[in-house]
């Protein structure tokens, strides 16, 4: 009894060993997939480009055990996984400034890691070699750090402490930049001080940081901006659900008869062009409540708040108010703001 129950278990055994083999000696071909083709920053001394770019993307074709495959497959329809390879130019040998071509891209793949991992055999690439490829050598340079903003703009009268900085880069490069990308940061710098990490921009897009942050300062105002202080007419932000339904019923009224700002001429002018200079914001939520207390927006012209030309001198009003529901002929119906 017992010799015929091991005997069983052992075709079972056998069984599931040829169904595992056979499953793995399943092959499939896997056509036509885009892979990119990424440049190893391993070495920060070099500076490596494909075609100008720090990214490629290739045509490949594949084999593997239909297994593997359809993981491979659920993984990236999932967004879990991407067909990515990355180029290391030492382990190419091109460690050495100056141009290169990467004679058999199908081989490349191959040997990598990634492929590797994936248990993929290769069976062709296109294009089936690259060129262009520019390894330039980074030194040891010291910068003079200049302040932009957005637009890559300089910001003027900016203030850097250090105002300059050693960092890796190729021999041509002249300066190094700070950026200020939002109005917050600006707020921030102008009269006070933010750290920001000095750059060196390589090529459009790809920039390398210092490892140190600078602190940054910003003059109160602009070398053309002044002060002025204007008279507001406010406007009234209503929902479609609001909208000739409900009027304001102010419990305490925003100051909009002096409105401190600090402007360029041709940015003041624009704001006093503006149908209503100052909004309030009502929410649907506001509907039922007792008192609702809300910020005014300043409807300062967005060309001038993007160029930093135009801002509020202080702290903005406060309204304290509450919905009513509108009649007809309510003499407290609020302008609307378009």
Not at 264 to 293: N, R
Request: aromatic share 6%; hydrophobic share 40%; with cysteine.
């Amino acid at each position: 009894m017992f010799a015929k129950a091991k005997k069983a278990i052992l075709v079972i055994f056998i069984t599931c060993l040829i169904w595992v083999w056979a499953d793995l000696s399943l092959d499939k071909d896997l056509a036509d997939q885009t892979v990119t083709v990424t440049v190893s920053k391993a070495n920060p001394r070099l500076w490596v480009t494909i075609e100008g770019k720090s990214e490629v993307q290739i045509k490949a074709d594949f084999k593997g055990p239909a297994r593997k495959i359809g993981e491979l497959i659920s993984k990236m329809e999932a967004g879990k996984e991407k067909l990515e390879v990355a180029f290391d130019a030492e382990k190419q040998n091109m460690a050495a400034e100056g141009e290169y071509t990467l004679p058999d891209v199908r081989r490349f793949l191959a040997e990598s890691e990634k492929m590797h991992n994936y248990g993929l055999a290769v069976k062709a690439a296109k294009p089936d070699k690259l060129q262009k490829i520019k390894v330039v050598e980074l030194k040891e340079k010291t910068l003079p750090i200049k302040c932009v903003d957005e637009a890559d703009t300089e910001i003027p009268g900016a203030r850097i402490t250090p105002n300059i900085i050693t960092i890796l880069a190729p021999e041509q490069m002249t300066e190094a930049k700070v950026k200020l990308v939002s109005m917050a940061e600006k707020k921030q710098a102008r009269g006070g001080v933010i750290d920001k990490k000095p750059y060196i921009e390589l090529a459009k897009g790809e920039v390398r940081y210092a490892d140190t942050p600078v602190k940054v300062e910003l003059p109160i105002t602009g070398e053309d901006m002044k002060q002025y202080t204007l008279r507001g007419t406010l406007g009234f932000v209503f929902s479609a659900n609001l909208l000739g339904r409900y009027s304001v019923e102010f419990i305490k009224r925003p100051e909009v008869g002096s409105i401190p700002i600090l402007a360029t001429p041709e940015a003041k002018d624009a704001y006093e062009q503006k149908q209503f200079e100052v909004l309030l914001e009502l929410q649907d939520d506001d509907v039922g409540k007792p008192e609702v207390t809300r910020q005014i927006v300043y409807n300062f012209p967005t060309q001038y708040i993007r160029e930093d030309k135009i801002r509020l001198k202080g702290d903005p009003a406060e309204a304290k108010f509450k919905l009513v529901p509108a009649t007809a002929a309510d003499p407290n119906q609020p302008p609307m703001a378009e």
